[in-house]
């Protein structure tokens, strides 16, 4: 039995991306910043295929007698979540994408020019409570998958506490 991990680091859920070894948090917030669902991949991770399984974790409480709501209106994400086939499957749920497209580089945008406005300061606000309030989560030292993963619930709980009970 060993009491600290290996020097090499790793674990498991921890790839290379394109900036390192490392791991992604995934987050659906509301429109204050508060953290809704939250989910970690390995860095080199598909961004886009983590939206839908989080749309499915994630239920709305509308105030109103009757089920809840459980799809938001809308979706704003950034440039890493553009894909043709997510935004046809979000349109089919209902669910208008705000998501700011990929521009290759050298090539000019066909047509007018859109004014696209992507609203990312809730989601950076969310990130920022994580990185400001639990320490433990800007270096993951847990070895395994599911430790992290409760630590990030965790997280999100302590989030949330101040505002259920005052």
């Not at 791991?23 to 509301?30: A, G």
């Not at 970690?40 to 399984?53: I, K």
């Not at 989080?54 to 994400?77: C, D, F, H, I, T």
């Not at 606000?125 to 998958?145: A, C, G, I, N, T």
Request: hydrophobic share 35%; with cysteine; charged share 30%.
């Amino acid at each position: 039995m060993a009491l600290f991990p290996p020097l090499n680091g790793g674990g498991e859920g921890v790839a290379y991306g394109y900036k390192g070894k490392g791991i992604l948090i995934h987050s659906i917030t509301d429109a204050n910043g508060m953290p809704l669902v939250a989910i970690s991949t390995p860095a080199n991770g598909d961004e886009r295929q983590q939206v839908l399984p989080m749309l499915a974790q994630k239920e709305l409480a509308a105030g109103k007698q009757g089920n809840p709501k459980r799809r938001p209106k809308v979706l704003a994400a950034d440039k890493g979540y553009d894909a043709r086939w997510l935004r046809k499957r979000l349109r089919t749920k209902g669910i208008r994408p705000q998501i700011k497209k990929r521009h290759l580089k050298g090539k000019k945008p066909k047509g007018r020019p859109i004014k696209e406005i992507v609203p990312r300061y809730q989601q950076e606000r969310s990130f920022s409570w994580f990185q400001r309030k639990e320490r433990r989560l800007v270096v993951r030292w847990e070895r395994l998958k599911v430790c992290f993963d409760a630590f990030l619930l965790l997280a999100c709980s302590y989030i949330w506490f101040p505002k259920l009970v005052g």
